[in-house]
Each structure stands twice: as C-alpha cells, then as structure tokens.
C-alpha cells in the first residue's frame, strides 16, 4: 500500500514575509512575579503561605497573555504573492502601485502622513514605516519591525504588476 505524500501547509509556503507580533515567551513575566512575592513573604517574616504568589502568578499571567494575543493578532505582519497583511486588514498586492524610497532621517516625507495599515491608530511602537501609493490615488504605511526585508520582499512583487 502506498501512500501519496501530500503538502501539509500549502499556504504557509507561499508567506514570503512573516512576522509575529509578540513572543509568548513573555507569559515568563507571572511565575516571576509569583516567585518574587514569596521571596518577599519569606524575607519578611510573614511566614510561607501560598495564597499571595499564587495569586500574583495567576493574575499577571492573565493580563499578560491577553497583551501577547492581542499582540501577535494587530501588530504580526505577512507578505503572501498576493496579499499583504498588516495586523487583521489584507491588503491585494494588486492595490500598491508605487512604493516609496526610505526616508532619511533628517527629511519627512509626505508619506508619513498618511494612515497606517491594520486596525491600529498608527504604526506600532517599534515598527518603522513604508509609504506606499495605492490605486485611486490613495496613500498608505505598511510597517514592519524588520522593515528593510519586508521593503525587500514587496518592491519586486509590486514592480511585476506596475506597468
């Protein structure tokens, strides 16, 4: 009997640009609270109960893993053949007509009035920004972390559909 080895993630293969929009590794932050708290009941004479770190260890890492999922949904980027997504908006590479040149820090350019890409108010802190110019003479900022690789990824799939 045999058996045809099929893809297991076809669309995964196609993301040419990925980033996640935080680490989970950050969920660390509630078993050093937890820790903390009974370092300083012990240290403070108020003897060994559990209640207090446990609590600590609960509560921050509740709020905690709220942030990263809230992180890693409006703030991770992916950059398919076809579409660029920027935090929970998609965007059809077919819309970018143009993108701009980096800006040097001294100038800004009029891009970076423009809105910015995803749900979000602006750019998310740590992200910089790519001007793009889209159909309709619209105007818009992706945003990456690694900002020069994504520029890198997008300028030729936005060159072989612009006349």
């Known amino acids: 009997m045999t058996m045809e080895s099929e893809p297991v993630n076809k669309v995964a293969s ?3 640009f990925y980033e996640q929009g935080s680490s989970w590794a950050w969920l660390l932050l509630g078993p050093f ?3 903390g708290m009974a370092i300083l009941q012990m240290t403070g004479g108020y003897g060994r109960d559990l ?8 509560l921050v890492s509740a709020f905690v ?19 660029l997504r920027q935090g929970a908006e998609i965007l059809r590479i077919d ?3 143009k ?11 009029k891009w970076e009035s423009d809105r910015a890409l995803g749900e ?3 750019i998310p802190r740590g992200r910089t920004g790519i001007g793009l110019k889209l159909t309709g003479n619209r105007g818009a900022q992706a945003w990456a972390r690694k900002h020069r ?3 890198e990824a997008l300028t030729p799939l936005v060159e072989e559909r612009t006349p």
């Open 33 to 35: 609270a937890g820790g």
């Open 51 to 58: 209640w207090i770190p446990i609590l600590f260890l609960v």
């Open 65 to 83: 893993a709220i942030q990263i999922k809230a992180a890693r949904i409006h703030t991770s980027v992916e950059l398919t053949a076809d579409t």
């Open 120 to 122: 979000l108010s602006g």
């Open 95 to 97: 819309e970018i007509v």
């Open 149 to 151: 690789k994504l520029r």
């Open 99 to 109: 993108i701009y040149p980096e800006a040097a820090r001294s100038e800004s350019p």
């Open 14 to 16: 196609d993301v040419l």
